[in-house]
């Protein structure tokens, strides 16, 4: 990347890179017992980050594209300023103020103008208007946790495992990148977009495909992509020992498996552990079983 495209060339392959990475992880586990109530916590915690010490970077590029001294899969983006929902709006803007090469319009977004080929704003957005918004992405969450907690009373037992990630900033998506073409089939929340009769709509106007206005991403885009995670349950039973003694079996237990139950999040779009909405969704899946050993 670093040699410039009048060379005519390109440099052989080579192992070149490198980066430190580091973190931590503490698992804490504790059981006791009440009465005929036993009652097990697992709880683990890890902490883990990168730090890129030398990447091939393309001469004169700009600071937000240099990995170097970063963390690997940080995040850059627009700083959105919001939907330009009236004239007034729109009339404030300077002379010659361009977003992406376009003339700005009522509905689309606007952003930031941070910076430009000379280091200061100059009435237009574009790539030197990017900024690092979080070091981490959603492949390089920084914090995870996992908790068991287990229980068992008078041959009952009731079995939880939760999940975790957090620390990184999620983009949404879905199946034309914001950008919908005549026949999309969108979601029900798209309702609520900037019209001139819904001037306080929550999403900016719908913008065909290749109409980078307001389908750009940006931080309006953005969310806190942590969640909390209920990934397993389980209840079950075994009978009484005395009850099969007569019929020669050593245990018989009934019981009921249940998977990704519910989650907690921020991130509102969609269940913030797939990529996007044109994404398998994880299901949630209910089991009923009976396991006899003889």
Do not use: C
Request: no cysteine; charged share 15%.
């Amino acid at each position: 990347l670093s040699l410039p495209t009048t060379f005519g060339g390109s440099m052989p392959s080579e192992n070149y890179g490198k980066m430190n990475s580091y973190g931590f992880e503490i698992e804490l586990n504790y059981h006791n017992n009440i009465g005929e109530l036993s009652y097990e916590v697992q709880g683990n915690f890890s902490y883990a980050t990168t730090k890129v010490k030398l990447a091939d970077v393309a001469e004169g590029a700009l600071d937000v594209d240099n990995p170097n001294g970063k963390t690997l899969g940080y995040t850059a983006t627009y700083i959105s300023t919001g939907i330009i929902r009236t004239q007034a709006e729109l009339d404030q803007l300077p002379d010659g103020y361009t977003i992406f090469g376009a003339k700005p319009a009522l509905g689309h977004l606007n952003y930031e103008d941070i910076s430009g080929i000379g280091g200061q704003p100059d009435g237009k957005i574009d790539g030197y208007d990017r900024r690092i918004i979080s070091n981490y992405s959603q492949g390089t969450a920084p914090y995870s946790v996992g908790l068991n907690l287990n229980v068992a009373w008078k041959g009952f037992t009731l079995n939880t495992f939760f999940q975790s990630t957090f620390g990184y900033q999620k983009l949404y998506n879905d199946n034309w990148s914001r950008g919908f073409p005549l026949d999309a089939r969108v979601y029900a929340f798209w309702n609520d977009h900037w019209t001139p009769d819904n001037v306080d709509g929550k999403y900016p106007a719908m913008q065909a495909p290749g109409e980078p206005s307001s389908s750009t991403p940006s931080t309006f885009w953005y969310e806190n992509g942590g969640y909390i995670r209920l990934k397993n349950l389980s209840l079950g039973y075994n009978l009484p020992q005395k009850w099969l003694e007569k019929i020669k079996i050593q245990q018989t237990r009934i019981y009921i498996n249940g998977t990704n139950l519910f989650y907690l999040s921020s991130f509102g779009w969609y269940d913030p552990e797939i990529s996007s909405l044109a994404s398998y969704p994880n299901m949630k899946t209910w089991n009923l079983g009976l396991s006899i050993t003889l």
